[in-house]
Every structure is written in C-alpha cells, then in structure tokens.
C-alpha cells in the first residue's frame, strides 16, 4: 500500500532554533498515527507545516503523488484538503452546532448539507444538539463539535493538535475513546500529537516520538514500548527507573542480579558498562525481615499501589507495581524477584 501522506526530510528553523529537523514520516490511507513528545520539541510546528500553515525550509510534503509543500512550491491550507482540530476547539461561539459543523460545505446545497450534517452528528453521537451553542455544551461535547466540523468536508487526513489537553482527566478518557472511535469509523488517515503517552498509545496504529525537533523512534507502539531505542524514548514510553549495570556474555550483571538482557543496539562487548531499564512489573516484591530493600514509600492507583524500595546495600531507588490482593506497609523489608522470563532493557553508556 502507497503512503498517502508522505514527509521527507523536512525542517523548519525560528530565530536561528530548528523547531523540527530532518522529518520523514509516511502515513497510510485510514491510518493513525501519534507523535509523543515533551512540550517545545516541535510537535505542533510539525503538523502546521503539514496544514501549510507554516512554510518548510528543507525537504518535502506530499499527498499521494502531488508536492503540497517544498522550497519551491506552498500550497495554501485550504487547497490542501486537511483538516486540523486544535487544543482550544477554535468553535465560533455566535454560531450553533448545526453552524458550526457545515460552516466548511459551502459547496454543498442545502439538502446536502443536511445529509452531511446528519451523518457528522450520528457519528459523533450527539444528534439533537444542533441548535445548542458552545457555550451550553460541556469540553467534551465541544470536542466532539470540533471534530465532527473538521470530518463534514471529507478530508484526506485529520491533524489533531493536543486535543483532549483542556479536558479534566475523567472526560478526557471518555473522549479519547469516542474520538478513536469516531475516527476509526470515518476510515480517515489521522496524526495526533501529544505530550501524554496514555493519549499516544490509546490511538495510535503507528507510534512516532520526537524529541528536540527529531523523530527518535517510530514504529508500532508495542515494539516501541518493548524495545525503545534509548534512554529518552524509554522515559517517555514508560513509568521506569534505571540502575547500573554491565554486560557479561548474554547477562547484564547489576546490583540486584544477573539478568538475560536485549538493546537496540545489536551487540554490546563484555564489559560495556549500561544503564538498564527497570519497570514497575519486572519485578516481584516478596517478605523478607532480612530483605536487601526496605519500602519508603506508597501510591494509590486505584485497582493497584506502587511502591518505592529503598536499596540499603546501594542506596537507589526503585518503583514496583504491588501485587494483587497483597500490599506491602511503607516500612517492610522485601526482596525482589524477577517477575517473567522478559529480558531487561539496556542501553549502552
């Protein structure tokens, strides 16, 4: 299948500062892709110069064999056919909902319009709210309205700019389900970017993260979760902590054991020292008077706890998921058990 949207290596420079640097990305026909990235790195500036509201400096955006964008050629945003739902909404609020959403088919006639209007309003699950206006609809319903206008042109690609970052965080996972939905439904290729791993993964067919105006990594969340390819990605991919460690054979020896190990980097020397990657369930916390960690600390999560172990031998720190049915008090002595027969993740030094 031939990418419908494809970047190659495009930049884009503000005051002397590459906002976004060498970018290729390809996005296939009805699928979702997510950028996952800290706040500043070029998330934004990325999906402006694919709207075309921003130029590019280098490299080149095409949609299906056509240049949209490029050192020689801009096409404008309205001719491009792209839509993009914004973090604030951007609704007008001197206009209803049924404005609103038909505001971009004046191309239509009016019988059209209503069918279209119709079938946003279905797939966006809030038929009977045509005549209400933004300011009686609630953040969710709003962001609803905004992705139903952005979807009642029938674009080719759906740009969504940190979408959900306005919403408490119970409508948030409302939303996000609905919108995933909605957009799954509507069979339209779509980039989001956002700061939130939660928001990144719940959506995406195809994970991308960015940092420093890069795209470091990009592949199905699944293996970029599993495996990220250094110690950034990891951080933002996942609830994690890192100890000392270095390898011997197919071991990488650390403070609390010697275990199997896998990188990205696809051989590492006897010796090399690493970091190694520790996530909250790679390990089993088990009583223990003598134990070598002590618990420091406690989170509540709800249907789990994690908590802190101090290492009195090494003095670090680490988070681990309790188990179920079995919390440890903050004080308890424990050690700690691999918990599945995964490797641990390790990055070179």
Do not use: W
């Not at 650390?254 to 990188?263: L, M, V």
Request: glycine share 6%; proline share 5%.
């Amino acid at each position: 299948m031939k990418p419908y949207l494809t970047c190659k290596n495009i930049s884009k420079t503000f005051d002397g500062t590459k906002a976004v640097e060498s970018i290729s990305i390809d996005l296939l026909p009805g699928e979702i892709m997510s950028i996952l990235g800290p706040s500043g790195c070029g998330k934004t500036t990325l999906l402006r110069l694919i709207a075309g509201f921003e130029t590019v400096d280098q490299g080149e955006i095409r949609v299906g064999e056509d240049s949209i964008s490029s050192k020689q050629k801009h096409l404008p945003p309205e001719k491009r056919n792209i839509g993009m739902v914004f973090q604030d909404y951007s609704l007008f609020p001197h206009m209803n909902v049924e404005q609103n959403i038909t505001f971009g088919l004046q191309n239509y006639n009016q019988d059209e319009k209503k069918i279209r209007l119709r079938e946003i309003l279905e797939l966006i699950q809030l038929v009977g709210f045509e005549k209400k206006f933004p300011d009686e609809l609630s953040g969710g319903q709003q962001q609803r309205i905004a992705l139903g206008r952005t979807l009642a042109p029938k674009p080719s690609i759906i740009l969504l700019d940190e979408p959900f970052s306005n919403l408490d965080a119970v409508t948030r996972k409302e939303v996000m389900s609905d919108i995933n939905q909605i957009i799954l439904e509507s069979k339209t290729a779509s980039i989001l970017v956002t700061h939130d791993r939660d928001e990144a993964f719940s959506i995406a067919s195809k994970l991308a993260v960015m940092i420093n105006g890069k795209i470091i990594q990009m592949d199905h969340p699944n293996n970029i979760y599993n495996l990220p390819n250094n110690i950034g990605v990891a951080k933002l991919v996942a609830d994690c902590d890192f100890i000392k460690g270095s390898i011997q054979n197919n071991d990488v020896i650390t403070p609390i054991g010697a275990f199997p190990y896998q990188s990205s980097d696809n051989q590492i020397p006897n010796n090399q020292r690493v970091n190694t990657l520790i996530r909250p369930d790679d390990f089993i916390m088990t009583y223990d008077p003598n134990g070598s960690f002590k618990i420091i600390a406690r989170e509540f999560h709800g249907p789990h706890s994690i908590s802190t172990v101090l290492s009195y031998q090494n003095g670090f720190s680490l988070k681990f998921r309790d188990q179920q049915n079995l919390s440890f008090q903050i004080g308890t002595n424990v050690n700690l058990i691999k918990a599945n027969n995964s490797k641990l993740v390790v990055f070179p030094k």
